[in-house]
């Protein structure tokens, strides 16, 4: 699926008809959900049928969800049952619950085949359900004129702190295949480098990265230290938030280019499966922002990887820095140490050794790995 982005233009009204919409789809994921705790212990389980079937309920009892196109409402029954899978599936396996919650600041909603209707020539679309949003003119960076209105499968509205966007994901081609390269990389994500490579090779950290954390540090501070309530804060905290959406933007585009760079010129991509359980636990701005960075480039990756018929590997991430990447020998060593120095007389960059490994590592299991793309 492609996701095609473009910034959404309206009046007020407009407007406050979309907040109204996307209040409606909390509304009735938070019902489905409250349906599913009342029942859970009882024999008859909740599944996506009755959730579905709640939806209609929930129409005819009231006015405003009955306004609001029946595909978007059960797309918000289908995010309900995402959620609650989801919690099903992490009780299976045993790693931390993730246990569904009442959604309180929904930001979006989802049309799917119904409720409207894209004029790509005169770059607008027209919302055709109840929910009187009307026609909304787009901008973006993108050729709209060219997409077959049978190829998008959903439309999304979305607020942002700089307002309103639209999303249409359309299904994706079929994969073109790359000619080979005949090459094979291991990668290594730090926090000195962005990464490493197993030939050595750093991609550094964007030059904007420094600068925009700083700034966001600074805002943060500011903002910590206002009156609570106070429109100063209100204010300072819309400017702290433009500046999120500033630095994760800057941060995608870097992503994307160095991830497409680098599965263009590869046919085997190893990394390591990064631990989402530490990711999570860290409070440090300049660490969370990295986290996400990694996180958003191995999605590029495996989207890359599959777009171009690449395999890419997820290595288990125990041992990739303390083993030499020569002999095999086990090296610890501390987070302070950069150089790994083995008594095989291999010295080499830390985060070089480590890369190494990890496309040893991901040669020695590709022939019975799952490729997780
Ligand atoms: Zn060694």
């Not at 007389?345 to 997780?372: P, S, W, Y």
Request: with cysteine.
């Amino acid at each position: 699926m492609i996701t095609i982005e473009c910034k959404v233009y309206g009046s007020v009204q407009q407007f406050s008809r979309v907040d109204e919409a996307i209040r409606t789809v909390q509304f009735i994921r938070n019902k489905c959900l409250r349906l599913w705790m009342d029942h859970q212990d009882s024999e008859t389980g909740i599944g996506r049928n009755e959730l579905a079937r709640h939806t209609a309920e929930l129409a005819q009892s009231y006015g405003f969800v009955r306004h609001l196109n029946s595909s978007a409402r059960q797309a918000s029954a289908e995010r309900t049952w995402t959620a609650i899978s989801r919690f099903y599936q992490s009780r299976k396996a045993n790693s931390p619950i993730r246990y569904p919650r009442f959604q309180k600041d929904n930001r979006s909603m989802e049309y799917r085949k119904s409720g409207w209707k894209l004029e790509a020539r005169h770059s607008r679309i027209t919302f055709t359900d109840g929910c009187g949003i009307g026609t909304l003119r787009l901008r973006g960076g993108h050729n709209l004129t060219l997409l077959q209105p049978d190829y998008i499968n959903r439309v999304r509205l979305l607020r942002r702190a700089d307002g309103y966007y639209l999303q249409l994901l359309v299904k994706r081609d079929a994969p073109q295949p790359l000619p080979p390269a005949h090459r094979q990389v291991g990668l290594d994500v730090g926090l000195r480098h962005f990464l490493v490579d197993s030939e050595g090779q750093a991609v550094a950290n964007p030059r904007h990265h420094k600068r925009s954390l700083d700034r966001l540090k600074r805002k943060q501070r500011q903002l910590a230290r206002m009156k609570k309530g106070s429109q100063n804060r209100k204010k300072a905290a819309q400017k702290l938030s433009r500046l999120y959406l500033k630095t994760s933007r800057q941060r995608k585009d870097f992503v994307v280019k160095t991830a497409r760079c680098v599965v263009k010129s590869n046919d085997l991509i190893a990394v390591e499966q990064l631990q989402v359980r530490n990711l999570l636990k860290n409070h440090r701005l300049a660490r969370s922002i990295q986290d996400v960075g990694w996180r958003q480039f191995m999605q590029w990756l495996s989207y890359f990887a599959r777009k171009m018929g690449r395999t890419m590997v997820f290595v288990p991430a125990k041992h990739t820095t303390s083993l030499c990447s020569g002999c095999g020998a086990l090296v610890p060593k501390s987070l302070r140490e950069r150089v790994h120095r083995c008594s095989c007389g291999l010295v080499m960059d830390r985060d070089h050794n480590a890369a190494r490994n990890i496309l040893k590592f991901a040669l020695h299991t590709v022939g019975h790995t799952e490729i997780q793309a």
